[in-house]
């Protein structure tokens, strides 16, 4: 969990509006509500005409900065957007403010001091992953004493292409020896799957990094256990390698047993696909059980064999691992997921989506439904959430990833909408289908007889009773269903812990990690000795 996009760019003649237009919106037999509109110019350094969405934000404060969105905050910045095409060097255009902006339009926002800086998105991938290197932006201008609508509006100029500082994802203060054995122990994947090639009709790989333990290279003969572990919603590629640098010190220092770690990418700009099979991501389970996996057991000494293979994700990749478990019971010994998305949809993030005239929302006494919490109080509201995405990018977003992972096809080519972004209203037609092909508690209760022989007693679930987006509820509902199947399931509900504090352990804020690793090296080395070091 945490928070895609296709442009349908329109042709430039419609892009450049007069000067004119940008004072106020012509009405033919009524005064219209005035519009703020805002002119933005592609600096004439650039070599080449862009497209794509353009973002002008605008922060309260006189404090000139950089704006970032924070989906915690999410009325922090006033968002306006527009998709542009073939947008050429040294040429202005003109955004309206009050067309496609949240919270509101710019028009309405109160006088004071702000600072405004536009970006532009020219990869489509704003939506998952933020600004990117090859996206634009202008230099951030404080607005002193501004008022709406008073006075001639800033001339933002897009002048500089992003490079995105690099992240060191080794620990700085560990000894050189011990970096280079972390090195020497990571190998980034990339498999070809021919499964999600026919699906997408070019190269697709499944990709990820693989860790070996400590000892590895020296111990030609020996095979290991192996984790399948993947990441939540917003995580990429590049970013597991820090996980991967955790993990192995841990093993080093003897918290954890010695275990290969496959660290999977399940992000993409439409979102996390979850390795799940889809009409709209293509057959992500299929290509991870059938291409890369016996692929890496060809390559590396792994254990090929359900009770040597594990799952552990977290968030989005909670719900990953729990799908993967339930879908391949014979394939997986045993899966540990914490505070996974919503595995039953009678409680979507607080909202049951099978009620009569469900509305995710208000609810039935006309309250809007929460989605963001920290210590009791709501942070944001799944309106607020859903309507900050659909400025950002028309996908990308958390929201929009769970149609694009679980909704058939609409007409169009996209994945059709579970609910109405404008009113809040489920589509029960959505819903039906999300039923019968996503939701977990359902497809347990329905497929048991089939599959309860292969998957029971291999479900580990870890979730915060105060979870940052009311994610225990699911989990509730799905324990009760595993609990009427005696499916001698392991739900662990961590009183107080939130979303982002559940692997605290004492004073370890990821010790949860030695104790799943633990576990699943016992069902794997049932006669092993192996005990952590004090």
């Known amino acids: 969990m945490r928070f895609l996009r296709s442009i349908t760019l329109p042709i430039l003649a419609a892009l450049t509006a007069s000067p004119a237009s940008r004072c106020r919106a012509q009405a033919v037999s009524s005064p219209a509500p005035q519009h703020l509109f805002f002119r933005v110019t592609l600096g004439a350094q650039q070599s080449r005409p862009v497209s794509g969405r353009l973002l002008v934000m605008l922060s309260p404060g006189a404090q000139v900065h950089a704006i970032e969105v924070n989906e915690f905050r999410p009325s922090a910045v006033s968002i306006a957007a527009k998709d542009v095409s073939y947008w050429q060097p040294g040429q202005s255009i003109d955004i309206d403010t009050d067309n496609i902006a949240y919270p509101a339009g710019f028009s309405q926002l109160k006088p004071g001091d702000y600072v405004v800086q536009a970006i532009l998105d020219t990869q489509g991938h704003f939506g998952y992953y933020g600004r990117q290197d090859g996206d ?61 090639t026919r699906f997408w009709g070019r190269p697709m790989f499944v990709t990820g990094w693989v860790l ?50 496959v660290l999977l990418d399940e992000s993409s700009p439409r979102g996390t696909h979850e390795f799940a099979d889809s009409v709209n991501n293509g057959p992500w389970g299929t290509a991870l059980t059938t291409e890369a996996i016996p692929a890496l057991e060809r390559q590396y000494r792994m254990d090929a064999g359900s009770r040597g293979r594990f799952l552990n994700g977290h968030s989005s990749g909670g719900w990953a691992t729990l799908w993967l478990q339930v879908t391949y019971p014979k394939i997986f010994g045993g899966t540990w997921s914490t505070s996974p998305d919503p595995s039953d949809f009678h409680d979507f993030t607080g909202v049951n989506l099978y009620a009569p005239h469900a509305n995710v929302y208000t609810q039935s006494d006309g309250a809007p439904y929460p989605l963001v919490r920290d210590k009791g109080k709501v942070l944001a509201t799944f309106r607020d959430l859903t309507q900050l995405e659909d400025v950002i990018a028309p996908y990308g977003g958390q929201i929009s990833s769970f149609d694009w992972v679980f909704s058939p096809r609409g007409p169009g080519g996209r994945p059709e909408r579970m609910f109405n972004h404008a009113t809040g209203a489920v589509n029960p037609e959505v819903v039906a289908y999300w039923q019968q092909h996503y939701d977990i508690a359902y497809r347990v209760k329905q497929q048991w007889p089939q599959i309860g022989p292969d998957l029971r007693g291999k479900v580990h679930l870890y979730v915060g009773t105060a979870d940052t987006f009311y994610l225990d509820g699911a989990a509730h509902k799905l324990d009760a269903v595993f609990q009427s199947l005696n499916a001698q399931e392991h739900f662990t509900f961590v009183p107080g812990a939130t979303h982002f504090t559940v692997y605290r352990v004492g004073k370890d804020p990821f010790g949860l990690f030695n104790q799943i690793a633990a576990q699943m090296y016992a069902i794997a080395r049932p006669k092993s000795h192996w005990k952590p070091k004090p």
């Not at 560990?174 to 990571?186: E, F, G, R, V, Y």
């Not at 590629?237 to 010695?258: D, K, L, V």
């Open 212 to 261: 070996t333990p400590p000892g590895y290279a020296g111990h030609p003969k020996e095979h290991y256990p192996t984790v399948y572990w993947t990441h939540g919603f917003g995580a990429t590629h590049p970013s597991s390698r820090r996980f991967a640098a955790a993990i192995y010190q841990r093993m080093a220092q003897g918290e954890m047993p010695p275990m290969l770690w």
């Open 136 to 196: 634009i932006e202008s230099t951030p201008i404080a607005l002193a004493h501004w008022t709406p609508g008073s006075g001639p509006e800033p001339q933002l100029t897009l002048s500089k292409t992003v490079q995105m500082p690099k992240r060191p994802w080794m620990p700085a203060k560990l000894p050189a020896d011990q970096q280079q054995a972390i090195q020497n122990s990571l190998h980034e994947m990339h498999i070809q799957s021919d499964a999600l």
